[in-house]
């Protein structure tokens, strides 16, 4: 009876310490929800929200449905954009004491797991961005966690359980079948290859095609786009990934938590306590070298670094058996996450960034934070400069709008997505229309024909091509982005006037030429 009473107090202790942290995750990424605008994806997604469907050009439909929720409950707002993956960060600390739980951790193993994962580059980064990145991360580590419950229960629930997650999480992001992949290679190499004999092994396969078979109908309808995107990736952004960016991208993405991490990996590998979780272990080699080999990006790992962390903690609990050696490590550990939290997430404006930066780059010699995919150094990270310029480019679109004459008979046109989510997005406090784009999903949302004939166009990009030049004989340069922090630096708004020919037939030209290639 007193056993009894006594575990139920030190579990409700871990409960209490864990969900704390996990709140404070909360408190802090919506605290500077709006340091800087919008992100460039972020805009993206939810114009996804707009158009439910069950399937997108360059990601499944999880994000969509997830952007209508949040613009229905939040409006289109930063606060909107921030809330779900807040919330995710939250529930994947504490999802992560629960796998260290699982591998024999008990109350230091679950907080030190916990305060990794909170303050860490990648995770501070992910659940501060409305991108299916930080619903990766989750669905990849309930994966691990079921997978570590069958191991420790022998439980066949867990394998049916598994096909759900797997399920939503390919409807979330497709980057989750590497997951299954790595699944498949390693499990027939060890003791678990009796599930390929096993029914609940089939009907989780079952559970999780019935899951995904309305986006995999989508694919098959659209062609299949996603063959085409991620052609599109290898050859403008993958090509650009060697094997020894990869690797120190993995040690660098989830400072200052590698320090537990590196640890944990040849803990749940060589360990004699780990013997029975060698499996979790081995997958995770496996997505590494698959993604090293694929020339992945960094990040496309970060679904098996919590289970990493989680073993890493369980390691330093073992080893440090007093308790002056834990809170030295705690603390040290908290320390260098708030040194080293603005890279993660903005908390500071712009130009204190930038200064912080520099700062950064005269102590360590290091810059890799501020390398664009394109491997060129620039004054802020990518994500930083995708999060600027938005603003002021709405701003200078509804000043053009303003100026339009005969606003039934004018389009806002869009080079990119992101230009075209703003005006979208964030053009909705202007009364601007929703731009028109043949970038990423817009492409499925253009219009075929106009009901009246085109007399103006509102023209957003670098500069108005020759194509342009030739439709109209007048065109008025509004403005442009200012902001040289911007990615989207120099990128222009030009209210065309006056066309030589038929804009209508123009359009349809264009459509026809787009629909041969």
């Known amino acids: 009876m007193l056993m009894n009473i006594t575990e139920k107090l030190r579990h409700k202790k871990e409960f209490i310490l864990i969900i704390s942290v996990a709140l404070i995750s909360i408190v802090y990424q919506l605290a500077f929800y709006d340091v800087l605008e919008f992100h460039r994806d972020e805009l993206l997604y939810f114009s996804l929200g707009e158009h439910l469907d069950f399937g997108y050009h360059s990601v499944p439909p999880f994000i969509g449905l997830l952007a209508f929720i949040s613009a229905r409950v939040f409006g289109y707002t930063l606060f909107a954009a921030k809330f779900f993956p807040a919330i995710t960060g939250g529930i994947l600390i504490y999802l992560s004491s629960l796998i260290a739980k699982e591998l024999k951790g008990r109350l230091f193993a679950q907080f030190l797991t916990a305060t990794g994962i909170m303050g860490s580059i990648l995770f501070a980064r992910a659940f501060g961005l409305f991108q299916p990145v930080p619903f990766d991360i989750l669905f990849w580590t309930i994966s691990f966690y079921l997978v570590i419950r069958y191991i420790n229960s022998g439980l066949n629930k867990y394998l049916l359980f598994l096909g759900i997650s797997i399920g939503f999480g390919f409807l979330n992001k497709y980057n989750i079948l590497f997951l299954v992949i790595s699944f498949l290679l390693v499990v027939p190499f060890t003791r678990f290859r009796k599930i390929f004999f096993s029914k609940y092994f089939y009907l989780s396969i079952l559970i999780s095609f019935i899951i995904v078979l309305p986006n995999l109908i989508w694919q098959l309808i659209h062609h299949f786009p996603v063959i085409s995107h991620m052609r599109e990736l290898r050859e403008t952004q993958l090509t650009k990934m060697s094997p020894s960016t990869f690797i120190m991208e993995q040690f660098l993405m989830i400072l200052p938590a590698t320090f537990v991490a590196v640890p944990g990996i040849f803990y749940l590998l060589f360990a004699r306590q780990m013997k029975e979780y060698r499996l979790p272990g081995f997958i995770s080699i496996a997505i590494l070298l698959i993604f090293l080999l694929l ?194 630096y120099g990128v222009g708004v030009f209210l065309c006037k006056n066309p030589r020919h038929s804009i209508n037939q123009f359009w349809e030209s264009r459509l026809k030429s787009l629909e041969m290639n």
Not at 317 to 342: G, H, Q, T
Not at 378 to 386: A, E, I
Not at 397 to 403: I, P, V
Request: hydrophobic share 40%; aromatic share 12%; net charge negative.
């Open 295 to 488: 020339q992945g990006k960094g990040y496309y790992t970060a679904g098996i670094y919590p289970l990493l962390i989680a073993s890493g903690a369980v390691f330093f609990e073992n080893i440090l058996k007093k308790s002056w050696p834990r809170v030295i490590l705690v603390s040290v550990l908290i320390y260098f996450e708030w040194l080293v939290l603005p890279i993660g997430k903005p908390i500071y404006g712009p130009d204190q960034l930038v200064r912080y930066f520099d700062k950064m780059e005269a102590v360590t010699g290091n810059n890799e934070a501020r390398r664009f995919e394109d491997n060129e150094h620039h004054k802020l990270p990518q994500d930083y400069s995708d999060m600027l310029g938005w603003n002021e480019l709405t701003e200078l679109t509804s000043r053009a709008w303003q100026k339009v004459e005969n606003k039934n008979s004018c389009i806002i046109y869009s080079e990119n997505y992101g230009e075209a989510g703003a005006i979208t997005i964030i053009g909705k406090k202007c009364n601007l229309p929703n731009a028109v784009s043949f970038s990423d999903n817009f492409r499925y949302w253009i219009p075929k024909s106009f009901e009246t004939e085109l007399t103006e166009m509102i023209y957003i990009n670098d500069e108005p091509g020759n194509d342009m030049k030739e439709l109209f004989a007048d065109i008025e340069v509004i403005g442009r982005i200012s902001n040289p922090l911007a990615r989207e």
